[in-house]
């Protein structure tokens, strides 16, 4: 099993900036391509960034690419998300995941994961 708990929630004003944090538990942290997702109130949990296992390639959605930045840092079993030019259309709560891979590929399809965490709530007020 592996344990996936985030961080650094909280409520901010349009326009700030949040950073969110991923500590991973359990398992070889190397090995795993992660992800982060977001579910807001009354919608389905969406896609927000990936990276794969080394760190070198990531991916976007649409929504977030150009004010959000996913990395990772395997000595510290740790994934991030610097979420920049927030809006409060981002309001949702965020949920990091693992996946075990070979590859080093990234993985953007919720299906996928295995692993999750428990989420952390970020507001954007207007």
């Known amino acids: 099993q592996m344990q996936l708990v985030e961080s650094g929630g909280g409520l901010v004003q349009a326009g700030a900036s949040l950073s969110l944090s991923c500590a991973a538990s359990?398992?070889?942290?190397?090995?795993?391509?992660m992800g982060w997702f977001r579910q807001a109130p009354g919608k389905e949990r969406e896609f927000v960034a990936a990276i794969n296992r080394s760190g070198g390639s990531t991916y976007y959605a649409t929504s977030v690419k150009g004010r959000f930045t996913i990395s990772r840092d395997n000595a510290k079993n740790t994934v991030y998300l610097q979420m920049n030019s927030l809006k409060p259309e981002d309001t949702a709560v965020y949920y990091c995941a693992a996946e075990a891979v070979v590859h080093n590929g990234v993985v953007i399809t919720t299906s996928e994961y295995d692993y999750w965490g428990q989420g952390t709530q970020v507001t954007v007020s207007s």
């Open positions: 359990g398992r070889t942290f190397s090995r795993y391509a």
